[in-house]
Nanobody, 126 residues
Framework: QVQLVESGGGSVQAGGSLRLSCAVS?????????MAWFRQNPGKEREGVAAFVQDGSTRYADSVKGRFTISRDTAKNTLYLQMNSLKPQDTSMYYC???????????????????WGHGTQVTVSS
């Protein structure tokens, strides 16, 4: 059974930093598979934040460029999101997602994300 489990969320003041982790079990996402972080607030659409796409390059939402960095440790089967200079508008539930051949899902950055974690809450106070 594929599981993506996020951790590292919490409450922080504006200007602070957090590092989110997404531990994967039950499946191996090769480097040619897309993996990403999304976020969603109640009543709003889920938005892509940062992603590794098929050629291994990265994509970022304009709102987080220069502040957030996506990385991964393939040996640990873990995806990370380093978030610096956090702003109140970064407050959201953050989700880890990945593509899997033969499965469809939400589209962003040229990928279809089929597998999702349950999310970790990030709250940034001013």
């Amino acid at each position: 059974q594929v599981q993506l489990v996020e951790s590292g969320g919490g409450s922080v003041q504006a200007g602070g930093s957090l590092r989110l982790s997404c531990a994967v079990s039950g499946y191996t996402y090769y480097s040619t598979y897309c993996m990403a972080w999304f976020r969603q607030n109640p009543g709003k659409e889920r938005e892509g934040v940062a992603a590794f796409v098929q050629d291994g390059s990265t994509r970022y939402a304009d709102s987080v460029k220069g502040r957030f960095t996506i990385s991964r440790d393939t040996a640990k089967n873990t995806l990370y999101l380093q978030m610096n200079s956090l702003k109140p508008q970064d407050t959201s539930m953050y989700y880890c997602a990945a593509t899997r051949p033969g499965y469809g899902g939400n589209r962003w950055a040229g990928c279809e994300f089929a597998d999702w974690g349950h999310g970790t809450q990030v709250t940034v106070s001013s």
